[in-house]
């Protein structure tokens, strides 16, 4: 099992930056690769930032440029650093663990708590 604890979310006014933390422990060699979700209200999951091996990353077109999704190796942790922050990023965020294959982004079942960060003036 791997255990995945996010934090760093809250409100911020538009245009602001939030730094989301996701630490993992347990069994990490079971995965090579996290990411960050986020998950709108009545909505499914859908893939922010992905950290793949080799130190690739992947973003989704609706945050490239303004999000960056980095790895602190010794610490086991992934960073996601949001700016420019629009009030249509308010959602819970959540850490997952999984694999790569290639470019690719396999979620394995391990998820954070969720996190909630709100945009609004």
């Known amino acids: 099992q791997v255990q995945l604890v996010e934090s760093g979310g809250g409100l911020v006014q538009p245009g602001g930056s939030l730094r989301l933390s996701c630490a993992a422990s347990?069994?990490?060699?079971?995965?090579?690769?996290m990411a960050w979700y986020r998950q709108f209200a009545g909505k499914q999951r859908e893939l922010v930032a992905a950290?793949?091996?080799?130190?690739?990353?992947n973003y989704a077109d609706s945050v490239k440029g303004r999000f960056t999704i980095s790895r602190d190796s010794g610490k086991n942790t992934v960073y996601l650093q949001m700016n420019s922050l629009k009030p249509e990023d308010t959602a819970v965020y959540y850490c997952?663990?999984?694999?790569?294959?290639?470019?690719?982004?396999?979620?394995?079942?391990?998820w954070g708590q969720g996190t909630q960060v709100t945009v609004s003036s």
């Open positions: 997952n663990a999984g694999r790569s294959y290639g470019s690719d982004y396999v979620a394995l079942s391990y």
């Open positions: 950290f793949i091996s080799g130190g690739r990353t």
């Open positions: 347990g069994s990490i060699f079971n995965i090579n690769a």
